[in-house]
């Protein structure tokens, strides 16, 4: 009996050894130190100078430049753009993307190296190509344009032309590897069952790159926002209707209104801030690199 019952009895499972960490040398904690160290250095600490700076006398900084009304109408125009510039970059960006990688066609390459260019151009240049282009005295289409009643260079639709170009790579680089990496397995079987591509897209693939579109366009929309050398050479600088934020951080501060230029510097950071931190607090772990 005895001898029946050690038999029934299931063996014990081996003891689960954990795996130990590698030890870390002390390269790697000076490569961490100098990390840090240069972060600090060249973002922390400059910016926290800006909010120190825009709260020295409470908060007089803040509601000076929010009862200025030529500086509440820059904020406004500065956020029409900035949405403007992002909705145009979130629908051409997707779009391109799509093209890039579902489709094999000549000139992919230049089309891929031609996306990258406003990050290697300086914006000054992208003003004055803009200038060239759409000016209401000497641009190729300026003229015909103002005729018709429609005014691009030193009005709206100019600086957000400026801001969409600036900003446009944002999209692209944030959603083309996730594109790569989810592969055409999961749209070939949805066109297998019969769906045509509207419902392919919007039920398989906008799913699956969701949270790339959302960073880009958190990305897009912060540096929207900062834009300035492009602004300011097609937009006129008109106060009260083409004048953006970033333009009045710089009249601000060359008139020796370092209060007023330090607080819309300090909206303008956190604005930006803000938008980073929600989307990577809400974003799910798994989606996150």
Do not use: H
């Not at 063996?11 to 870390?24: D, E, I, L």
């Not at 289409?141 to 100019?158: D, I, K, M, N, Y």
């Not at 969409?164 to 790569?180: G, K, N, Q, T």
């Not at 769906?195 to 799913?207: D, K, Y």
């Amino acid at each position: 009996m005895t001898d029946l019952l050690t038999r029934e009895q299931p063996p014990k499972a081996a003891p689960v050894r954990r795996r130990s960490r590698p030890r870390k040398g002390p390269v790697a904690y000076l490569l961490r130190l100098f990390v840090t160290a240069y972060l600090v250095l060249l973002v922390a600490w400059p910016v926290s100078l800006v909010a120190i700076r825009t709260f020295e006398d409470g908060f007089s900084g803040i509601q000076g430049i929010l009862e200025d009304p030529d500086t509440v109408t820059a904020l406004k125009l500065t956020v029409t753009v900035a949405i403007s510039a992002v909705v145009v970059n979130t629908l051409f960006g997707v779009g391109i993307s799509l093209l890039l990688v579902r489709s094999e066609f000549p000139g992919k390459r230049a089309l891929s190296a031609l996306v990258d260019l406003p990050l290697s151009v300086s914006p000054i240049v992208v003003g004055l190509a803009l200038v060239l282009v759409y000016g209401g005295r000497n641009g190729w289409f300026g003229p015909t344009l103002e005729g018709a009643g429609l005014q691009v260079v030193f009005a709206t639709p100019g600086i957000v032309m400026a801001t969409a170009f600036v900003a446009l790579p944002l999209v692209i680089r944030e959603v083309v590897p996730v594109l790569e990496e989810i592969g055409t397995d999961q749209e070939v079987a949805a066109q297998t069952l019969g769906a045509n591509g509207w419902q392919t897209f919007w039920r398989v693939t906008l799913p699956a790159i969701k949270w790339a579109i959302v960073y880009g366009v958190v990305l897009s929309l912060a540096r929207s926002l900062g834009e300035f050398g492009a602004v300011k050479v097609v937009s006129g600088n008109v106060l009260g209707q083409t004048r953006t934020a970033t333009l009045v951080v710089e009249e601000k501060y060359l008139n020796f209104d370092q209060q007023g230029a330090y607080a819309t510097a300090f909206l303008l950071a956190m604005v930006s801030v803000a938008c980073i931190v929600i989307v990577s607090v809400i974003r799910p772990k798994n989606e996150r690199s």
